[in-house]
């Protein structure tokens, strides 16, 4: 969503990036028996139209009952113990110190020179120089006169740049939001803002013993249940004193 700064207890400044990472809605499971190994498939942005879908993707999300959702991937994980067809999950999955990897399609900058692609140096300003920002000749003459000369693969040479897949590791989570399915994390992540991100435990610093966290449809209609009642009752009081 952007990025932001906050202050710590000794006045250092942390640049924070906020992430929107939820609801998320569990469309398909993976297991070991029935797939070879164990993964939990998350959809994220219901946001979606009917039309720029393929219909058996169209069909799964009516069957499952849950929105058209436009960004679906799927996630490695020990185990999908607590999991649910059409479940929802929010930035609980995560607690604030914990580290995460980010990955995302970096922001393009076009066809670029070696200078910025790859950071040479230029040739020199001196008086007669031809060089500047060019590379220079690549040609060689190892094996004689008439062998088959190739560019070696891996060249650093003037090329696209940017718009690639791209991962981040070890991003401290500095804020957990549930309520506003935010999540602040420290430094910067790939792409540009309203970029889709893919968001996992961190696969150096990861969290041992970490289970999934659901949220309780049935806790929610029960706190909404119970301040109707509460307003109710506050309305009877009210119109008893009146009499």
Not at 204 to 224: I, P
């Amino acid at each position: 969503m952007g990025m932001t700064q906050i202050f710590d207890g000794e006045g250092r400044q942390v640049p924070l990036t906020l992430l929107q990472v939820g609801p998320c809605y569990v469309t398909a499971l993976r297991s070991q028996e029935k797939n070879g190994y164990t993964a939990v498939q998350l959809g994220f942005d219901g946001t979606g139209k009917e039309k720029s879908m393929n219909a058996a993707r169209v069909g799964t999300f009516k069957k499952l009952k849950v929105p058209l959702l436009r960004f679906v991937r799927e996630f490695r994980t020990p185990s999908t113990e607590g999991l649910e067809l059409a479940a929802q999950l929010s930035p609980a999955q995560f607690e604030e110190g914990d580290f995460v990897d980010v990955s995302g399609v970096s922001i393009g900058k076009g066809f670029q020179g070696v200078v910025k692609r790859h950071h040479f140096k230029g040739g020199t300003g001196g008086r007669g120089t031809k060089m500047g920002r060019e590379p220079g000749g690549i040609g060689s003459k190892a094996g004689g006169n008439g062998c088959r000369k190739k560019v070696p693969k891996g060249k650093r040479l003037p090329g696209h740049m940017g718009q690639d897949f791209v991962t981040v590791q070890n991003l401290k989570v500095i804020k957990v939001d549930a309520d506003n399915n935010l999540l602040a994390v420290r430094g910067a992540v790939p792409g540009p803002e309203g970029t889709y991100l893919e968001i996992r435990m961190a696969l150096k610093r990861a969290s041992k013993d970490r289970k999934w966290q659901v949220l309780d449809k049935n806790v929610e209609k029960a706190s909404a249940k119970s301040s109707s009642e509460t307003s109710g009752q506050s309305e009877s009081k009210s119109e008893d004193s009146k009499s």
